[in-house]
């Protein structure tokens, strides 16, 4: 197996990387990168991805529109739903060459509709707003930045395409995506397949330099950034009265009263909004996610990833049981040791918990969907290429549930926030994952066998499926019907 690890813990991973800075939620490097000196500094808002994993290998044989095993895990495996529903990706926006993945005649993306949010950022030596140096400030919000990722295809004013492809990989597991190798062409399914797309870019990168030539790559959103984008979704759902859903598989260390603000006014205007729990694990959760109005979203795995110690390139779109709770094994080829799992399903240690110091009840986490190993196209941000990953973060499990949201509104279009995530919740406690051990094979230690445990609510209400979602909501729905419109009054 020919594989390339990235690990994305922190900001970036580059040959000749030095430690400069460590502090609490801020990832700071030191670089070169062909000899030029670069700082890097993660904003406060960032993606919500802990590690990636580039797959080089591929078998000559494939199977013609292959289910993968995270879609197969929450059921959505036979759905080809979610017409007339928007899922606006609030997050990187898309790689200038999304169309490769995602070709109109298979994916719905409401291009006029999308937008991006950023400021400018320019050198001023002290007391600078955006770098906490105080080296740069930012100017105004703007909002003609447009929506594509800034890579090789759309590069920055300075040339730069160091952009990241996670929002297109995020995109990628709501509708499914299409790719080739080898000479072959796969279309590979998503969550809800017929949903139209809102790309909304609030996180972006710049590449600045100071006087003396010394170069700074800052990545993330402001706070402006994000509360612009929720608002703007929320302008959308108003003035054209249709159903959206929010995705964010981003976070940030604090609440911030402009970010709860834009999310109320969303929701008040109908919005569903589903956030990512973050990757701090016991430390706790991030927000958006945090806030109880939101719907939060853990990271579950699948125990027979990489083929539970027997890999061939083939386990990604192996079937999963209907039933998680079924005894499997796993097998350690190092020690030549076979371990037993009593479900199919854990919890990643890097899933945020709730943490009662940060005055986060066990309320707030409300389900777990997969968020390990998940695979589709996907660039590293700096200077790397896009290519075909396998991605771990809670920022993959949240478009599971966004995309189980949306089609559940497709169905019950007059269901509000509480509405949708009470029937989450309820659903997703029909898999309790109320603390348990797993034994999983760990493709970044040589398959070694590594042990998984978590305890009480640390998954939320429990791992969410489909099936489980659309029953919850039928019954919801006979209690609580449609409401009739009264008669218009012409004037």
């Known amino acids: 197996m020919r594989i390339k690890i990235i690990l994305i813990i922190t900001i970036l991973a580059i ?34 991805v802990f590690k990636a994993l580039e797959i080089t290998d591929m078998e000559l044989v494939t199977p013609h529109d292959p289910i993968p095993f995270n879609v197969d895990m929450v059921n959505a495996e036979e759905t080809d739903d979610g017409e007339g529903i ?7 926006g898309l790689l200038s060459n999304y169309l490769t993945y995602f070709p109109e005649s298979m994916v719905n993306i409401k291009e006029e509709w999308g937008i991006g949010f950023t400021h400018d950022v320019f050198y001023v030596g002290e007391g600078g707003n955006f770098s906490e140096d105080g080296l740069f400030s930012y100017g105004p919000l703007r ?19 160091w952009g990241s492809g996670h929002g297109t990989h995020v995109t990628s597991i709501i509708t499914g995506f299409f790719f080739s190798r080898l000479g072959e062409d796969y279309w590979v399914k998503g969550v809800a397949p017929k949903v139209t797309i809102i790309p909304v870019l609030v996180l972006d990168d710049w590449v600045v330099f100071d006087p003396d030539g010394n170069g700074y790559f800052y990545s993330g959103g402001t706070d402006e950034m994000v509360a612009a984008g929720i608002r703007y979704v929320g302008d959308l759902a108003a003035e054209y009265g249709v159903k959206i859903v929010i995705n964010m598989s981003l976070g940030g260390p604090s609440p911030t009263k402009i970010i709860e603000e ?23 959760m991030e927000w958006p996610g945090a806030y109880s109005q939101v719907i939060s979203t853990a990271a579950a795995g699948w125990t027979q990833e990489y083929g539970g110690g027997y890999y061939n390139y083939y386990w990604w779109w192996n079937d999963v049981p209907e039933k998680l709770n079924t005894k499997n094994k796993v097998y350690d080829p190092n020690t030549e040791k076979m371990y037993m799992n009593n479900w199919h399903v854990y919890l990643t240690d890097f899933s945020g918990r709730p ?12 389900v777990s969907a997969p968020g390990a190993a998940i ?54 406690s029909s898999v309790p994952m109320k603390g348990g051990r797993a034994y999983v094979s760990d493709v970044f230690s040589g398959f070694e066998v590594v042990t998984y445990t978590w305890k009480g609510r640390d998954a939320g ?7 489980k979602a659309m029953r919850v909501a039928l019954v919801y729905a006979r209690a609580n019907p449609q409401p009739v419109m009264g008669p218009l009054t012409v004037k």
């Open 143 to 161: 909002s003609d930045r447009g929506f594509l990722t800034h890579d090789e295809g759309n590069p920055d004013a300075n040339g730069f395409g």
């Open 262 to 284: 834009a999310i109320d006014y969303a929701i008040s205007n109908g919005v569903i909004v589903v956030a990512s729990a973050g990757n701090n694990g016991e430390e706790g």
């Open 15 to 48: 040959s000749s990387l030095l430690p400069l800075l460590s502090e609490a939620n801020v990832s700071v490097h030191a670089f070169t990168y062909n000899g030029q000196k670069f700082v890097a500094r993660q904003l406060k808002n960032h993606v919500d």
């Open 355 to 366: 943490n009662s110091d940060l005055g986060q009840t066990w309320r707030v986490l409300d």
């Open 461 to 467: 209400y429990g791992f969410l499926t489909l099936d």
């Open 86 to 92: 928007y899922v606006a990706v609030l997050d990187t």
């Open 375 to 428: 695979r589709g196209p996907y660039k590293p941000e700096g200077p790397y290429a896009e290519s075909f990953y396998a991605v771990w973060g809670t920022s993959q499990a949240a478009p599971h549930v966004s995309a189980i949201a949306a089609l559940i509104l497709e169905r019950y279009p007059w269901f509000n926030q509480k509405d949708v995530e009470y029937i989450l919740d309820r659903a997703a």
